[in-house]
């Protein structure tokens, strides 16, 4: 269903006097659980209330916030690094030549990754599956970044360092497999 849709199912179900967890369970409950969240509903229920007519989103001005510009790359040249050490998979983002330049320039050495190894890091065993599950749907890259945030705010310090003592395990496994898939034995 797309969002103007969307938003006129709100605007009519709030005019009926509907409280918004009763309009986004409907909306669930027809569409599944990714066709919008509760937040994006009960916003839109203020809107509307407020007097809003138009069910389309406001005019901004400027870039989006995910626009590379040279202010992004000089922005981010100039954030310490001094002790990190990312580590890559073999994305063609991680490895294009651009990246390895950049890489070089400000010293920052990069742990290999195997070329053909399985799930390696955190953020794909562990973080993406526990942010899916989590995370609902949004109308806008702030609207997201905001819930991202408060979502990774919320897991205890505890649950980061446990993935970090399954990571170093996979990295074991890893090595003890010669880069081989090694999934059926965590």
Same mark, same amino acid.
């Given at each position: 269903m797309d969002k103007l849709s969307v938003r006129s199912y709100i605007k009519t179900r709030s005019?009926?006097?509907l409280a918004a967890t009763e309009i986004h369970d409907e909306l669930?409950? %027809?569409y599944g659980p990714y066709v919008v969240s509760y937040c994006t509903v009960a916003r839109w229920i203020r809107r509307f209330s407020g007097g809003r007519e138009s @069910?389309?989103?406001d005019h901004r001005v400027g870039r989006p916030i995910t626009m590379v510009t040279q202010r992004n790359i000089d922005e981010r040249s100039s954030a310490k690094i001094s002790g990190i050490q990312p580590h890559h998979d073999n994305a063609r983002s $991680?490895?294009?030549g651009i990246v390895l330049d950049y890489l070089r320039e400000v010293k920052l050495s990069v742990m290999p990754h195997p070329p053909h190894s399985p799930d390696l890091p955190p953020s794909d065993f562990w973080l993406f599956t526990r942010l899916k599950r989590n995370l609902g749907t949004y109308p806008d890259a702030r609207s997201l970044a905001r819930a991202i945030t408060m979502e990774l705010n919320s897991i205890p310090i505890e649950e980061y360092?446990?993935?970090c $003592?399954?990571?170093i395990e996979r990295m074991k496994?890893? %090595?003890e497999h010669q880069g081989n898939y @090694?999934?059926?034995l965590m």
């Open positions: 005019l009926l006097r669930v409950t %027809v @069910f389309y989103d $991680h490895v294009s360092q446990k993935t $003592h399954k990571w496994l890893c %090595v @090694f999934e059926h």
